[in-house]
């Protein structure tokens, strides 16, 4: 990636400020439909929380300008799928199209491997180029189409499944 300054790293309590501010600002550009609820004390106890389970991370991207990224995933509970993670990232508008979001994911991909994860999923709207985009360049492809999986401003809105098999990728 080009920015040579950038690291990510599990989050810790003491950046739940930013979290808040990452999320806020993310969840409020429009067409996103992305919620984000959380206050500095959801964020502290979740990061908490995370901190003692080994099945769930959240990572975060850093630079010179503060946090510009997250990356949450977890491991299937059920001892049936224990073998998937789900995930789900944001970066911030200011710092996109730099290799940020690739980094995060990398980053999880990593995480997941060390436990013996063999799949990630995620869900999409089908309207987020951008996200579509990143996921098909790291390999991921396209599962199926969870029709009518949300109402949204009146209408109901179809969210596509991504998949990747990790041990189909390159480590
Ligand atoms: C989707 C998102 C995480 C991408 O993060 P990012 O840091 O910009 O992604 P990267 O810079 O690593 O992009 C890697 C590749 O993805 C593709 N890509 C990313 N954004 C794109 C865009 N706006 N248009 C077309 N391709 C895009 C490109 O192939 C890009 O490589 P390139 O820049 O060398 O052409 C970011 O746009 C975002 O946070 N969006 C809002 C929240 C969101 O949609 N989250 C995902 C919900 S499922």
Known sequence: ????????????PGDADALVELGRDVAGEPELWLTYDRTRGDERRNVRGVQ???????????????????????????????????????VAASARRRGIGSALIEEAIK????????????????HNAPAIA??????????????????????YIDAMLMGLDLDRVEA
């Open 111 to 126: 995480w997941a491997r060390d436990l013996g994860i063999v799949k990630l999923e995620l869900t999409v709207f089908p």
């Open 134 to 155: 990143l996921y098909r360049k790291l390999g991921f492809e396209e599962e199926g189409l969870l029709r009518r999986r949300y109402f949204i401003d009146g209408r």
């Open 1 to 12: 990636m080009s920015d040579d300054r950038l690291i990510v790293r599990p989050a810790v």
């Open 52 to 90: 003692r389970d080994a099945n769930v991370a959240v990572l975060v991207a850093e630079t010179e300008e503060g946090i510009v990224g997250r990356l949450s995933i977890a491991r299937d509970r059920s001892p049936l799928s224990r073998h998937v993670a789900e995930f789900g990232l944001m």
